[in-house]
């Protein structure tokens, strides 16, 4: 994938995947509705930015893994 460069370290990675899945996990167990699926979402979307190693917000904020933070 040449589209992005990755921009969170290894650890910071694990950390979003435990996470998000935890997160998404408890909404859709302790949560009802519409929020649960809202809420889970976002602990899915949390996972899938440590998956792959690419955070949108943490580009635009200039932090990264090599740049300049």
Known sequence: MGFYRKNIGGAHQAV???LGVAV???ALVYL???AAW????GG???AMT???GYCPMCAMAGIGK???S
Request: without cysteine; charged residues 5%.
């Open 16 to 18: 979003r995947v435990v």
């Open 24 to 26: 998404a996990v408890a």
């Open 32 to 34: 009802a509705g519409t």
């Open 38 to 41: 809202l809420v889970a979402l």
């Open 44 to 46: 899915a979307g949390f």
């Open 50 to 52: 440590g998956l792959v």
């Open 66 to 68: 090599g740049g300049v």
